[in-house]
């Protein structure tokens, strides 16, 4: 029971009630959130098991939109969640039995994993990296940190839940008083409104009619020739290596090989599609690209497209400077190599003299200023 001092100032509206109907909704975004951050990782960093189709070409815009969102909406339901359980915490005995140190304990870790969570991650759609971490491998490790917690949880308090949800949620139960201020029904009311402004605020960055309400969506889908650029040319230190007289594409599968310049890339026959740019921050947009398609390219040296693919930047540097294509990936039509964006020559930006772009893919993994593409044997 709680000490006698902090009883008399609890209020009502701290019930098992509110924190059970907050309590779903909160599991609920964390699912969404933990499934769509596993489909990224696994996407970026494959397991031998798993693959990833190539269409429908806005699948991954989708699930990783779908991630961040139902991320973000978890901070306002996690601070209710707390607001209405922390006096709580301090019910006397602190530690009654095991059962009740495993609830202690699955708290604790559950507080402190969701916080970890969901700050790293609002840091990382904003590209705020002030750790020393690898934020992709302590989030994705994190979080089954969090899952699991939630999961002990959820079953050690699953009578407390059944309890308060077989009532109105306006009944107060027999221990309490009614609330004289804000009624509950108010608080989840408010609580919908949090979230759901919270939801709006950044929705935009993956819904394009959503935009001009997405006031604190780092990515507002404007750019250079219409498209965000994360990593410019400068940052990636191929300003003068991309423009290059000698600059070539090394297409090599086994002994066969040939360089193309970008007047010869331009001379093949050219394909154009419509696709997102996805990034893992939650942003996308989509537009026009036309170039060869990987697979013609991939022919001029014999390649029959049935093999994964290394695709490789003239970054010297940076995680994503060497990429794998999936075989999925390389014999689908829109898979490109792309030399334009929405009708106007790539910028440096974008990824000239050349990049890849594929479908249903993460924006880290569309290679630019491509130097080589290696058919894997």
Known sequence: MLPPAISARISPDRSPAVAARIGIALGIAVTICFV???????????????????????????????????????????????????????????????????ERGSIALLVGSMIFELATGLANIAQYYPWRFFFPAAHYAMAFVAFGALAVHLAVKLPIVRDALSRPVGEPAADQPAPTGLSRRGLL????????????????????????????????????????VNRTAGQAGVTDTARAADYRLVVRAGTNERAFTRAELEALPQTAAILPIACVEGWSASAHWSGVRLRDLLATVGATGRHDVTVRSLEQSGLYRITQLPATHVVDDQTLIALRLNDAELSLDHGYPCRLIAPNRPGVLQTKWLSAIEVRA
């Open 36 to 102: 769509t951050g596993l489909l990224s990782h696994w996407i970026q960093q494959p397991p031998g098991w798993f693959r990833w189709p190539a269409n429908p070409p806005w699948l991954y815009r989708v699930t990783q939109g779908g991630h961040v969102l139902s991320g973000v909406m978890a901070i306002p339901l996690l601070l209710i969640k707390l607001w209405s359980v922390y006096p709580r915490l301090f019910a006397r005995p602190l530690l009654a039995n095991p059962l009740h140190l495993l």
């Open 189 to 228: 009311g408010a609580a919908v409104a949090a979230t759901t402004v919270a939801g709006l605020a950044v929705a935009g960055q993956s819904v394009p009619w959503l935009r001009w309400i997405a006031v604190l969506a780092p990515r507002s889908g404007e750019g250079p020739q219409g498209l965000p």
